[in-house]
């Protein structure tokens, strides 16, 4: 071999070697470089603004959108915690504007500015306002939060009945691994809420995959799944209802049913809505149907109404002093 | 001498094949690509002399905002099919829910026209069911413009996911469904479950009334079934250029006085936000119906927002016949009047010209806590 031939040999060698050094050294590099997340953007952005003095929760939205605009992603929150001092309204009013703006904002963010509000009715009608939108937007992140939250918070109709059109939309399994973590006012909320948009979202064959695992009684102080299933099938399928009233073996479940159908039914038609609450087991709910019913029915067809309340399927249904009560608003008397 | 000059030499080979190699890397498509690129890869040239543009990476689109998200409509429209796994991974961690919302319907629109079974393979893979349905919604509107029926078929076979079917089946709807309303209809007439049964019956009324309101209200008094008559009834009324005295004529050849009580509510209230005066005048030219009490009641309300002062809304009372509709219309009036921030003195005044009933109770009870509590 030639010493010309050895030395083109051996740099030929040397090429291929560094060639395979450089496959080996780049292609992992490439596929694995840590790629910054969008929430690592609050050390990252460019010149991260001091939050200036507030004024009104529409300037300070405006400084937030400005600051968005030129990347700084978290400005919202950096207006809470720094750099301004706030008094509760003010923090009140602007995040129910940040909120306003929900989709355009990070919900991560809007949850820990919401959360770190004082507790209240306007900061609870916040997190609903939020949990509703996120689990609109993104069920599974939204299940995520709502799992983090704390008993008193979770257990609430706000929070649970307005996700529900959300998370209607997940399998089972999630949902019901939420629903572990409930006292029995939890479910019994998420239940009527699932029920409550059975027609809206999700599908009712996943719909009734969690409510058969979702099992027991309503406290009474809540509003059942059944109860609202009778309102929703009244409204889009009174045949398939009364089938289910005649088939329920239940009392409790039939009463609740029941009270949805006459509840929803009397709502477009006041006579015939009294003649099922008639037939309510539970007194105080009976009571109630009955005093807006007719209500609702002298205020839209008047001569009726107070034809029926002389009538005897009123004396059947209402005592006579309530009927005085509501006859002498007319200059009218009770005749039996 | 001589070895230190071949030991350079065999170190610059080894450098520029180190060189080569990695550089011509920066422009191959990554190892998970699949190999049935239906674009001919770019120049390698020059990729290997401009970095990528951020918004074109993984990790520029998971770092758009609602601010800048627009700007990445175009690149997504170019991107050959290989990249959009990698987008699509990106999108989905971009913290905004306007920001994933809108662009996911590029990219998947892009993807349904480049591969539409890659696509519907990448939307089963998603794991939120709202991203699956915008993504879906997407591939559903590109795929019905060559093949419906195949689309059809697609959702209707997809029985292991019944909530993406559905929303599928409501896609599928609001795309086709204004061309032949009542062939769909029947279709949805037959569906079993109740609940899939309203979902398609509703989305069929959105689409026609969407499409031909004028045309959904001729004929609205003889749709089959009744749940969709009355739903079409409910909602017509809040269409534009839809004709409220038409509508209103309608709903008054509704057998039941209860239905007619109600829908006439929802029309006159329509037409009052619309046009107030054409529907006082139309109350007052039917005034002599019992079933509009209910209606009075809610022009009441709307008139406080659109006369200058009470003496107005008197005069209009006074137009009125005595009786319940004159009763509800100055009883809301005065409820709505003391409510906004009017003088008391005025909506006292109102009331007045209600004869007692339970408006009227309803009313006083408004001004009496105002009273107490200015």
């Not at chain 1, 602007?94 to 209240?120: F, K, S, T, W, Y």
């Not at chain 2, 001498?1 to 191959?28: E, K, N, P």
């Not at chain 2, 008139?303 to 009125?320: I, N, P």
């Not at chain 2, 408006?359 to 509590?373: D, G, I, V, W, Y």
């Amino acid at each position: 071999m030639t010493p010309c031939f050895r030395t083109l040999t051996t740099t030929t060698l040397c090429f291929i070697l560094g060639a395979f050094a450089g496959k080996w050294d780049s292609t992992p590099v490439r596929v694995q470089a840590p790629v910054p997340r969008a929430e690592a953007t609050f050390s990252s952005a460019p010149l991260a603004a001091l939050p200036p003095a507030y004024t009104s929760a529409t300037a300070s939205m405006e400084w937030v959108r400005a600051q968005m605009q030129k990347g700084d992603t978290t400005a919202a929150e950096r207006f809470f915690r720094q750099g301004t001092d706030l008094s509760d309204e003010q923090r009140l009013s602007l995040a129910r504007e940040l909120v306003q703006n929900a989709r355009r904002m990070d919900p991560h963010v809007l949850a820990r500015i919401i959360l770190g509000l004082p507790r209240g009715q306007a900061a609870d009608m916040l997190l609903w306002r939020l949990v509703s939108d996120w689990s609109t937007n993104d069920a599974e992140a939204a299940l995520l939060f709502i799992e983090t939250l704390p008993p008193d918070r979770l257990n609430s109709v706000g929070v649970l009945t307005n996700s529900a059109f959300g998370l209607s939309r997940l399998p089972a399994e999630r949902v019901l691994a939420l629903a572990a973590k409930l006292d029995d006012h939890g479910r019994s909320y998420l239940a009527e809420g699932l029920v409550g948009f059975a027609d809206q979202a999700g599908s009712w064959r996943n719909t009734t995959a969690i409510l058969a695992k979702l099992s027991g009684t309503a406290p009474p102080d809540a509003i059942s799944a059944d109860y609202m299933l009778g309102m929703r099938l009244t409204e889009i399928d009174p045949a398939s209802l009364e089938s289910q009233l005649t088939a329920e073996t239940d009392p409790l479940k039939r009463d609740k049913l029941l009270q949805g159908h006459a509840w929803a039914t009397g709502t477009h038609d006041p006579q015939r809505g009294l003649e099922l609450d008639a037939r309510i087991q539970d007194p105080t709910v009976r009571q109630k149907h009955i005093t807006f019913h007719i209500d609702y029915w002298l205020e839209s067809d008047r001569a009726a109404a107070l034809a029926w309340l002389q009538g005897p399927a009123a004396a059947q249904l209402m005592d006579r002093e309530q009927r005085a009560r509501l006859l002498r608003i007319y200059h009218l008397e009770v005749a039996r | 001498m001589r070895a230190l000059r071949h030991t350079l030499l065999h170190g610059l080979c080894g450098i520029a094949g180190y060189w080569f190699v990695s550089s011509a890397d920066q422009a191959a498509p990554p190892a998970a690509a699949p190999s049935f690129f239906k674009e001919p890869a770019k120049p390698i040239a020059p990729a290997r002399h401009s970095a990528p543009p951020p918004l074109a990476s993984e990790a520029g689109l998971s770092q758009l905002t609602p601010e800048d998200w627009a700007e990445a409509i175009s690149p997504i429209s170019q991107m050959r099919l290989y990249e959009l796994p990698m987008m699509l991974r990106g999108l989905l961690r971009n913290p905004f829910p306007d920001v994933r919302w809108r662009l996911l319907r590029y990219l998947f629109e892009r993807w349904a026209v480049l591969d539409h079974a890659g696509a519907l393979a990448a939307m089963r893979g998603i794991s939120s069911p709202q991203h699956q349905e915008t993504a879906l919604r997407a591939i559903l509107g590109i795929w019905t413009k060559s093949d419906t029926e195949a689309a059809w078929q697609y959702i209707t076979a997809m029985d292991d996911d019944s909530v993406l079917q559905e929303a599928g089946i409501e896609i599928l709807l609001s795309l086709n469904v204004g061309a032949d309303p009542l062939r769909y209809l029947a279709w949805a007439g037959q569906l079993e479950d109740v609940f899939l049964r309203e979902k398609a019956l509703l989305q069929i009324g959105d689409s026609w009334m969407a499409k031909d309101p004028q045309g959904a209200l001729a004929i609205v008094m003889t749709v089959e079934p009744q749940r969709l008559r009355d739903y079409l009834l409910s909602k017509l009324c809040h269409r534009d250029a839809v004709d409220h005295p038409t509508g209103l004529a309608a709903v008054a050849q509704l057998p039941s006085q209860a239905e007619r009580s109600r829908l006439s509510g929802e029309w006159l209230g329509a037409f009052g936000n619309d046009q107030p005066q054409a529907a006082f005048d139309w109350l007052l030219a039917h005034a002599h119906r019992p079933e509009l009490q209910k209606s009075a009641d809610t022009l009441g309300g709307i008139m406080t927002t659109k006369v200058k002062s009470h003496a107005d809304l008197r005069a209009m009372a006074l137009q009125l016949p005595a009786g319940p509709l004159r009763d509800a219309f100055a009883s809301r009036a005065a409820d709505e009047w003391a409510n906004s921030g009017h003088p008391l003195a005025e909506a006292e005044s109102l009331l007045s010209l209600s004869a007692p009933c339970i408006e009227r109770e309803s009313a006083q009870s408004t001004l009496t806590s105002k009273r107490q509590n200015p």
